[in-house]
Every structure is written in C-alpha cells, then in structure tokens.
C-alpha cells in the first residue's frame, strides 16, 4: 500500500504544476491582448491551454484535500485547519475561474476589462494554492520558498469558531451563492 | 534561434538547482542510531565532512553500577546553514545498528533539553561558541569500560554534513558499601504549567535526599524530600510561564554524598484542539462565498451594455414578477387639438386668449375657409 502522505505529495505536486502552467498560460493570454505581438492563433493557443491546465487542476484539488486529510489529524494542529480553511478558497476560486472562461468564451480577450478580472481571479487562486503548498514545506521541511519574500504568512494560529457560527456561516454562503446562481441573470458568451 | 536561446537557458536553470540539503527544518529530538539508519547526512552521495570539534567530557572519573554521572559534548568551529540547527548524539557505538547508550545498559533521565533522548537538536548562535547538551545517566548492572561517541548532524554552505568522535571512555565501578543510589527511575523531564510535581525518588542507603532545583543558571534552591514508605518525596514548584527549569537530586549518609545530573524539564503547553466539522464548516462557507463572488462578478461583466440600458434597476432580478403587477384599467388616447397660436388670422375679433384657445378649433372645423 501506499501512505496517503505520499499520494498527497503526488497529487499535490500534479496540482501545482497544471495550476501553474495556467496561470503561466493566461498571463501570457492578457499580455497577448494588450500588445498583440503573437497573433491571434498563439493566443488561442494560450487560451486553450490554460483552459484545460485550469480544468485538469480543477479536477486534482479534491484528491488533494481528500489524501491530505486522510495523512493527518487536523484537529490537532492550527497549521492543518488552516490548510483545511484556505483548500475550501482555493476550490471556490478556481471553480470561478474554471466558470469565467466557461462562461465568457476565448473572445473573452478582446474586452480588456474581463481579461483583467479573469487573471485576478487565476492569480488569486494560484496564490491561495501556493500558501497552501507554503504550509506543507513548512511542516515538512520545517521552511519555505515564501520566507525569502520576507512577509510570507505563517499561519501559526487559527480561528476559534463555534459549531453554531460555522454552521450559520455556512447556510449564509450556500444562500448567496445559490441566489447568485438561480436569480442573477445568467452570464452571456463573449462574441467577436 | 529564439526557440534553441530559450531550450538552453531553461535547460541552465535546471542545472542551477543546487545539491541541497537533508532536512534544514531538523527532525525532532529522539532516540537514534548513528547516522539515522543512513539519512542524508550519512549518505557519502549527499553528505559532507564536518570541520566540528567534538569535545567530551564527564563530571566525574567514573560511575558505580547504577550511578549517576553526567556527560557533557561540546561542538564548536563546525559549518553553519542559516537556520544554525545542530542536532548532536550521544552514542555507545558507531555500527548504525543499537548504538543508544540505553542499549548499552544505560539509563538517560535527561538529554539537558526536556527530554530522555540521545539526540536532541538545538540552535547555535555561532560556530564559535557552538552549542553544549549534558546528558544526565545513570550506570549500567554491570561493572566494566564502556565506550561513548559524540556524532553531530548540521548543515552549512549548502551541504549536509555530519561527523562522530573517537571513542571515550567511562569506567563504572562497584558499588561502595553504604553508597547512596538510586534505583532505575524515570525522572520526569515534562510538566505542565502552573501545576506543582510530587517526585517520588527511589533512594536506598541514604540518610538525608534533598532536591534542587534552577532556573536557567541562575541560584540554587533546596527542597528536602521526606521519606514515605519505599521512596522519598518531593514537590517541585509550580512554574508560572515557560520557564528553563532543571532539578538534581542530593543523596547522602554519614560517609557519601551523591549527586545526580542536572535534569532539565520542559513545559507542555496547553494542546491545540479544534472542531474538525466546525473546521470543515468553515471551509465550505469559504468555498461557496468566494464562488458566489466570482460568478456574481463574472455575470454582472458579461451583460451587454445595451441590455443594462434598457432595464430598470428591478430587472437585475431575472424571476418573472408579472403577476405581481395590478393591471389598471386602459384609458384611450384622447387626440389632443392640434395647438392654435395667438395671432391666427382666422381668430374672430374680441375673442379674449382664453376664448379662442378654447372654441377656436370648433370655429375653425365650422367655418372652413377662415371664418372670415
């Protein structure tokens, strides 16, 4: 058999590397559309794969939250329910990206405005990835690649929050969301 | 030839990654053989000599079977990462196989660093001053003249390195008639804050045990212990904060006294414990507001301005409200007189503004022609 540690550092490692390749893919795809000096085919090129890296990685978060609560007690430690904190914003942000692309279309790069807004959302994910993957190589080799930049989170404490309130929390942002997705009017695809 | 500049220097950057390094964060203080069972620091492919210098030394010539002595290992001038961890071993052989001095006979009650270990790691300010453990033991059953070895694990200029001593001698002896010792005992070397400990210190042939105890290394203060029915008793303060606190316990008759090491107490600080559904709770919240604001976000961007411009407010909300709407009764157009201005020429004479506003389409309808 093997530990469920070693498939966490598997599937981790599965995770930052398509995430990364995305995000790589769609700044490239937002410098591409402000200095149009690739064309439009490499930028549909770009498009596409940061798309599937997107979706690929997607599909990697929940085996990788799956396998790194199942190779350790959480309830014991800060640094692991912090993990645990920022795995749930790191699944939400990246299904938003996933749905943006989705939703806008690859016309999208034409609007400048929409470029900007889908790279932040990429950036933010990737960053909430990386904080994570920060607390993993601290616990495991007790430093960080983020120490270097100086102001790198640590994340020693936790928030104490009650059953009661984590639940009311919860119900009131499967309420927004569901009001989001059932009442707002849909998103429409980009065209050229 | 853009293609081939960016292969290369990809390809450079690979290379670029350095050799490093073992485990830079250290691996916990524990009982371990030499070399770890071959880590990394033992490995000849990854590891590095050391430029340390091992000093032993012991607090008294020798040991009686079962009695106290100290063992102090000083390393200094060694190599040093950034971090300055240094994880040192105090060790009865070098096989890489039961090298523990407990496998050899021996008792630890303390590794000088709240523990029971053989290797404990510490930082190091400087090579120069380098770093000093005493490990407090006690002899083994048998007389004889057993060997210990210094090993210390580091890191530094970007390698890991490791070295081990040359052999050291400890001779234990047999025992004086009416010697003071203690028997087998596990010291406690762990407490929790705020709580006093009773020690129960199985002494034989003594006359007087007394305890004493320091912070840091500062003055020493005595207790004396009470005899009960096979040990002697004794209570440890409470610590307020987390404190160094170290104990030795004094043992003496009519002819000996004995002492034991210096053993050092660490504190237990409170356990962390969480709700792991709560945690979980929590991490939904996260994931459903942050999806809620990207898509709300993603959503609002994407409707097209000539929509927007063409809705009021209410119509954000996509849900049919029709229904809602109290329909009101429909009123016909009334066709509005086409206006008349003040000085037509077919307004009859004397009629005031008022009048000709009024009348004065009729009067036109019934005197086509003017009216004149």
Same mark, same amino acid.
Not at chain 1, 60 to 79: E, F, Q, W, Y
């Given at each position: 058999?093997?530990?469920?540690?070693?498939?966490?550092?598997?599937?981790?490692?599965?995770?930052?590397?398509?995430?990364?390749?995305?995000?790589?893919?769609?700044?490239?795809?937002?410098?591409?559309?402000?200095?149009?000096?690739?064309?439009?085919?490499?930028?549909?090129?770009?498009?596409?794969?940061?798309?599937?890296?997107?979706?690929?990685?997607?599909?990697?978060?929940?085996?990788?939250?799956?396998?790194?609560?199942?190779?350790?007690?959480?309830?014991?430690?800060?640094?692991?329910?912090?993990?645990?904190?920022?795995?749930?914003?790191?699944?939400?942000?990246?299904?938003?990206?996933?749905?943006?692309?989705?939703?806008?279309?690859?016309?999208?790069?034409?609007?400048?405005?929409?470029?900007?807004?889908?790279?932040?959302?990429?950036?933010?994910?990737?960053?909430?990835?990386?904080?994570?993957?920060?607390?993993?190589?601290?616990?495991?080799?007790?430093? %960080?690649?983020?120490?270097?930049?100086?102001?790198?989170?640590?994340?020693?404490?936790?928030?104490?929050?009650?059953?009661?309130?984590?639940?009311?929390?919860?119900?009131?942002?499967?309420?927004?969301?569901?009001?989001?997705?059932?009442?707002?009017?849909?998103?429409?695809?980009?065209?050229? | 030839?853009?293609? %081939?500049?960016?292969?290369?220097?990809?390809?450079?950057?690979?290379?670029?990654?350095?050799?490093?390094?073992?485990?830079?964060? $250290?691996?916990?203080?524990?009982?371990?053989?030499?070399?770890?069972?071959?880590?990394?620091?033992?490995?000849? $492919?990854?590891?590095?000599?050391?430029?340390?210098?091992?000093?032993?030394?012991?607090?008294?010539?020798?040991?009686?079977?079962?009695?106290?002595?100290?063992?102090?290992?000083?390393?200094?001038?060694?190599?040093?990462?950034?971090?300055?961890?240094?994880?040192?071993?105090?060790?009865?052989?070098?096989?890489?196989?039961?090298?523990?001095?407990?496998?050899?006979?021996?008792?630890?009650?303390?590794?000088?660093?709240?523990?029971?270990?053989?290797?404990?790691?510490?930082?190091?300010?400087?090579?120069?001053?380098?770093?000093?453990?005493?490990?407090?033991?006690?002899?083994?059953?048998?007389?004889?003249?057993?060997?210990?070895?210094?090993?210390?694990?580091?890191?530094?200029?970007?390698?890991?390195?490791?070295?081990?001593?040359?052999?050291?001698?400890?001779?234990?002896?047999?025992?004086?008639?009416?010697?003071?010792?203690?028997?087998?005992?596990?010291?406690?070397?762990?407490?929790?804050?705020?709580?006093?400990?009773?020690?129960?210190?199985?002494?034989?042939?003594?006359?007087?045990?007394?305890?004493?105890?320091?912070?840091?290394?500062?003055?020493?203060?005595?207790?004396?212990?009470?005899?009960?029915?096979?040990?002697?008793?004794?209570?440890?303060?409470?610590?307020?904060?987390?404190?160094?606190?170290?104990?030795?316990?004094?043992?003496?008759?009519?002819?000996?006294?004995?002492? %034991?090491?210096?053993?050092?107490?660490?504190?237990?600080?409170?356990?962390?414990?969480?709700?792991?559904?709560?945690?979980?709770?929590?991490?939904?919240?996260?994931?459903?507001?942050?999806?809620?604001?990207?898509?709300?976000?993603?959503?609002?961007?994407?409707?097209?301005?000539?929509?927007?411009?063409?809705?009021?407010?209410?119509?954000?909300?996509?849900?049919?409200?029709?229904?809602?709407?109290?329909?009101?009764?429909?009123?016909?157009?009334?066709?509005?007189?086409?206006?008349?201005?003040?000085?037509?020429?077919?307004?009859?004479?004397?009629?005031?503004?008022?009048?000709?506003?009024?009348?004065?389409?009729?009067?036109?309808?019934?005197?086509?022609?003017?009216?004149?």
């Amino acid at each position: 058999m093997v530990a469920a540690a070693t498939l966490h550092a598997f599937s981790t490692e599965m995770l930052v590397g398509s995430m990364t390749f995305s995000v790589i893919a769609t700044v490239l795809c937002l410098g591409e559309s402000m200095l149009e000096k690739l064309g439009e085919k490499a930028q549909r090129g770009l498009d596409q794969s940061a798309y599937y890296a997107a979706i690929f990685s997607l599909c990697c978060i929940p085996v990788v939250a799956l396998t790194g609560t199942a190779s350790g007690d959480a309830s014991a430690s800060p640094v692991l329910v912090n993990k645990m904190l920022l795995s749930g914003l790191c699944l939400g942000l990246w299904i938003g990206v996933v749905h943006g692309r989705r939703t806008w279309g690859p016309e999208m790069w034409s609007n400048r405005k929409m470029g900007f807004v889908h790279t932040g959302f990429v950036c933010a994910g990737y960053t909430t990835a990386a904080m994570l993957g920060s607390i993993g190589s601290v616990m495991t080799r007790g430093e %960080t690649v983020g120490d270097l930049f100086g102001i790198w989170p640590h994340f020693d404490n936790a928030p104490s929050i009650s059953f009661g309130m984590s639940m009311v929390l919860a119900l009131l942002s499967l309420s927004a969301l569901l009001v989001v997705i059932f009442v707002q009017p849909k998103g429409e695809t980009v065209e050229s | 030839m853009r293609r %081939t500049l960016l292969l290369v220097t990809l390809l450079l950057l690979v290379l670029c990654v350095p050799p490093l390094s073992a485990n830079p964060g $250290g691996t916990g203080d524990g009982n371990r053989d030499a070399a770890c069972g071959g880590s990394c620091h033992g490995d000849p $492919g990854l590891s590095e000599p050391s430029s340390a210098v091992l000093t032993f030394s012991t607090d008294r010539d020798s040991a009686y079977v079962g009695g106290p002595i100290s063992v102090t290992i000083t390393v200094t001038e060694m190599e040093l990462s950034s971090r300055g961890l240094v994880g040192v071993f105090l060790l009865s052989d070098t096989h890489g196989v039961a090298d523990t001095p407990q496998d050899a006979g021996w008792t630890i009650l303390s590794n000088g660093e709240g523990g029971a270990t053989n290797y404990a790691e510490t930082h190091a300010l400087d090579a120069e001053s380098g770093v000093t453990m005493t490990w407090s033991l006690l002899a083994p059953s048998s007389e004889g003249t057993y060997d210990f070895y210094a090993a210390v694990h580091h890191g530094g200029d970007g390698a890991a390195r490791m070295k081990i001593s040359d052999a050291n001698n400890v001779t234990v002896g047999p025992v004086p008639d009416n010697l003071p010792q203690m028997l087998p005992w596990d010291a406690m070397t762990s407490r929790s804050l705020g709580e006093p400990t009773d020690l129960s210190m199985p002494v034989v042939n003594a006359t007087a045990v007394a305890l004493e105890y320091r912070i840091g290394e500062g003055p020493i203060a005595t207790i004396e212990a009470t005899q009960g029915a096979d040990t002697w008793v004794a209570t440890l303060p409470a610590a307020l904060s987390d404190i160094s606190l170290s104990y030795r316990v004094v043992m003496s008759n009519d002819e000996f006294t004995e002492t %034991t090491g210096w053993i050092a107490v660490s504190n237990e600080i409170e356990e962390y414990s969480a709700d792991i559904f709560a945690v979980r709770l929590q991490s939904m919240a996260l994931l459903f507001a942050s999806l809620a604001l990207c898509i709300s976000i993603q959503r609002r961007m994407s409707r097209s301005p000539q929509k927007s411009l063409g809705e009021p407010e209410a119509a954000l909300i996509s849900a049919d409200q029709t229904s809602m709407v109290v329909p009101t009764p429909s009123v016909e157009p009334v066709a509005m007189a086409p206006s008349l201005a003040l000085d037509d020429p077919r307004r009859p004479v004397g009629w005031t503004d008022e009048q000709w506003l009024h009348y004065g389409p009729d009067h036109i309808a019934q005197n086509p022609g003017g009216g004149f």
